[in-house]
């Protein structure tokens, strides 16, 4: 009934009470009064009410509370243990309130009947029972002097709201109260229970007659009728519990509903005393999810949940609830009988999701709160770069800091990031870019902010570190109770030995989640160290694991197998894919590629020069070379001859000066390395000065000049990120921008910790001078946004792909404003082009990316492939094209058509990539599609391409997102 009066103005003409009355309660009285002051009228909620405590009977105490609570789960376990727990309970004392049914996890849509069904009806039984159970009635209001001798039946109880006596039009009512009637008398106490008013002398007749809705003045307050209180309801307490209005003459339940009725009009703002009292009572989601704000953008959200296999009818468009927990959850996470409440994604964050980025965070979520493997809470986030998986981690943590499915208390804590040094302050940039500064307080690790000043501070929930300083600062780390641990790029935890991972290991923490661009997949026994890591024991013992799927796989995916061996790989594989699937989450760039300008990725085939040809073929005849054909070396021997080549790729001054330095040292007599420079001096100019390096001596370096040159011409607010793996060839393209005049930033290894994000956001600001940002791939290449640049060069490549493709994603991620150019330059017919044919091909073999810390000391090579890797192809334009069996000329070839071919992405274990029908590796029959022409073609429309063609043998271009204009 008070939801009924809630908010109007009334006009009542009240009783005319007897002589014997006070003059101002005598009066006949015209009430015009606006309800807006008693709680019961302001808050809706009854549960935000002060607490009643009986006065008859001492408060219990906590741990009483708590035993009460034990008990009565107790009870509900025993019932769920023998399978009941689906009949319904009647006992009060119970928790049956809180088994919701198959509907019930639904979960995201829950329709009205649902809701009235499951949240209000059951949470506020639980609520009302349990009170029932801890609070005795007050005695002082049930055996008040001078009604001891009267039955019962003479006395009634009347839930009202009151206010002082005042001639103004318009009162407000102050407070909600129960007047007892008794004979001729009347007592008006407030909800603690207090004597506010007194009345005597009243005519019998007259007080029959009360009912809902009459006003009336006794000792000078005015107060207003709103229903019925039963004697029960009187001398359990209940009635002060719940301002009176809803006890009476609804039964619990409909009290309960009526009190629920509109729970979102306020949210629980309590503080933390307050908090504890009314431990029950925070049962509002802190946002409302039905409310009708945002519109999704498109089919994928609602697939999702098809795929899920739950309900999109009735779906909340606008709003991201979380999954309800299901029976099975709360009986292990909800002991303390907590009503459930929805945990609603804030809306201030919803509006600027993508649909995929919902999906994430309703994974996380999930996955976190156990809801997905049984009383598991780990998981790894392995979208492609770029997709926003920092945003995902944000999302969750401030809804898990305010929100939690039992009672709406918050899940989590103290969060604890653990990120690459280069991106600790990007974290941070990150939180008050979508949450601001006041919502979450930050602390950061470095040299002058210690972990120390993080422990001893309550200000702080999330502590953001970087893996060095994790190791340095473990001991403070482990005294803090974390209840969420992120590991950003997390792909580095793929081994169990090394010191990160058993740091990491160590933490209690069982929330735990990686977020990884590029997973380890290939590799069985890092995948299992992943999993392991977030969901611990998941996948039994590891030899149980290498017995069960481990070696069935490999054995599986090797040519001799036999079909039976085929099928149990493939079998296993699947279970393996299926198991870690619930907890593993990746999606591919093309989910948000409508959200980003158009990309021209280039593969440049730059012709070396005469230099780098001269001394590239002495070094394919050192004896060096040759006898690592004969398999006469050493392992490590061709690694030295393919660092050398790969140095006079970049530029010969690189060799020349290593040469030198090697020269210059005391054990240069006996080093390997004299095999391999032997007469290679000779072969540079006798005034060779490496410092006064010349552009033409390397194809790359005179392809990089112009290629600078006319972004500069044609666009010059637009800037550039130039990528090398090596600070050495950074130093040369460094002196570049020098001798051209071009202002640049740098990132390497040496950049201290706390300048990186500085140094990203001087690049990324529209009022940076730079034009070029150089950046070492090893430091940088993994989680920065460098989207103030729009070209990205990769001056040379690594034997991981995933490296390359780190460092390419860079530019091309969300906010960027104009079509992004990349360009991968390779020197035509060298090692180069090699080490990129086994990139695709390795890519397409596994239809994966590969671990981001394989380098070529981890590749054995046959004699064969060293054969190939050691050839100079000096006559072909481009030997890769030369491989792809392409039926063109060589003649601007548009590409096949896409759809011929299946383009997976998949980065998911399962079966073999072979099994497609390409008799080709996957991606070497993408880069056929791709448009394809020799430099010295015709009709070059890309004006770019145009002016660098001199120095270049052959392009490759592949453009997505492509509107009229580049
Ligand atoms: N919904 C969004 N709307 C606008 N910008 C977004 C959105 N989500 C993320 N971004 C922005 O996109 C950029 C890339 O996000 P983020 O760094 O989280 O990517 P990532 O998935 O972690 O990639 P990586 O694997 O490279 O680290 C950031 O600048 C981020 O602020
Ligand atoms: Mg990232």
Sequence with gaps: MLWRWGCRCLLRVVLVPGPSLPSDSRRLILLNM??????????????KKPKFISPARSHPSPNEEVAKLNSDIKLFEVAANKNNFLQPQNDPRTCNFNLPTKECAKGINHGDNYRE????????????????????????????????????????????????ASKKKHKKWEGDGVLIVKGKSFTLKDLEGKDIGRGTGYKLKELEKIEEGQTMMI??????????????????????????????????????????????KSVCKLSSKENKQNSFQSCKPRHDPYAPRIHLENESFFWLLRNLGRSTENLPPDSLVMLRPDKNHQWLFNKNCFPVVDVVIDPHLVYYLRPHQKEGITFLYECVMG??????????????????????????????????????????????????????????????????????????????????????????????????MLLRSLDQIKNVKFDLL??????????????????????????RIILTGTPVQNDLQEFFTLIDFVNPGILGSLSAY????????????????????????EQRAAELTCLTGLFILRRTQEVINQYLPPKIENVVFCRPGALQIALYRKLLNSQAVRF?????????????????????????????????EKESNSTWDESEERNLYEGLMNVFPADYNPIMFTEEESGKLQVLSKLLAVIRELRPAEKVVLVSNYTRTLDILQEVCKRHGYAYTRLDGQTPISQRQQIVDGF???????????????????????????????????????????????????????????????????????????????????????????????????????????????SSHCVTHDLLDCECTGENHTGDSLEKLPVSRNCQLGPHQQKSDSLKPLSMSQLKQWRHFPGDHLNLTDPFLERIRENVSFFFQNITNQTTAI
């Design 34 to 47: 606006r309800r807006s002051a008693a709680p019961s009228q302001l808050q809706g909620n009854p549960f």
């Design 117 to 164: 069904k499951y949240c209000l009806e059951a949470s506020t039984k639980t609520t009302l029972d349990l009170h029932h159970t801890v609070h005795s009635a007050p005695k002082e209001i049930t055996v008040s002097k001078g009604q001891e001798e009267k039955p019962d039946s003479l006395v009634k109880y009347f839930s009202v709201v009151w206010c002082k």
């Design 219 to 264: 000792g000078g307050k005015e107060i207003e009728v709103m229903g019925i209180i039963s004697p029960d309801d009187f001398n359990s307490g209940r009635c002060f519990q719940f301002g009176g209005g809803c006890s009476a003459i609804l039964s619990s339940s409909q009290a309960a509903k009526k009190c629920f009725s509109n729970p979102f």
């Design 371 to 468: 809801m997905r493997v049984n009383g598991r809470c780990g998981a790894i986030l392995a979208d492609e770069m770029g997709l926003g998986k920092t945003l995902q981690c944000i999302s969750l943590i401030w809804t898990l800091q305010c929100q939690g499915p039992y009672g709406g208390k918050p899940i989590v804590k103290k969060t604890l990031i653990v990120t690459p040094g280069s991106l600790v302050n990007n974290w941070k940039k990150e939180f008050q870019k979508w949450l601001g500064i006041e919502r979450i307080k930050i602390f950061t690790v470095d040299q002058d902010h210690k972990v120390e000043e993080f422990t001893k501070s309550p200000f702080y929930s999330v502590l953001i570190i970087s893996y060095e």
């Design 486 to 511: 992120i590991c950003d790029e997390g792909h580095r935890l793929k081994n169990s030995t090394i010191k990160t991972t058993t740091a990491l290991i160590s933490l209690s923490c069982e929330k």
């Design 546 to 569: 290498r017995k069960i799927y481990e070696e069935p796989i490999i054995i599986s995916r090797q040519p001799s197998a036999s079909e039976e061996e085929r099928e149990l790989g």
């Design 628 to 660: 690592c054909l004969q398999g006469l070396l050493e392992n490590t021997s061709h690694l030295i001859c393919i660092g050398a080549l790969k140095k006079l790729c970049n530029h010969p001054c690189l060799l020349f000066g290593s040469i030198k």
């Design 764 to 874: 990324n600001s529209k009022y940076s001078s730079d034009f070029i940002f150089l950046l070492s791939s090893k430091a940088g290449g993994v989680g920065l946004n460098l989207i103030g640049g729009s070209h990205l060069i990769l001056y040379d490549i690594d034997w991981n792909p995933a490296t390359d493709i780190q460092a390419m994603s860079r530019v091309w991620r969300d906010g960027q404003k104009h079509p992004v150019h990349i360009y991968r330059l390779l020197t035509t017919g060298t090692i180069e082009e090699k080490i990129y044919q086994r990139q695709i091909s390795k890519q397409g073999l596994s239809g994966a990316v590969v671990d981001l810390s394989k380098t070529s000391d981890h590749i054995q090579f046959s004699v064969e492939e060293l054969k190939n890797l050691f050839t100079l192809h000096e």
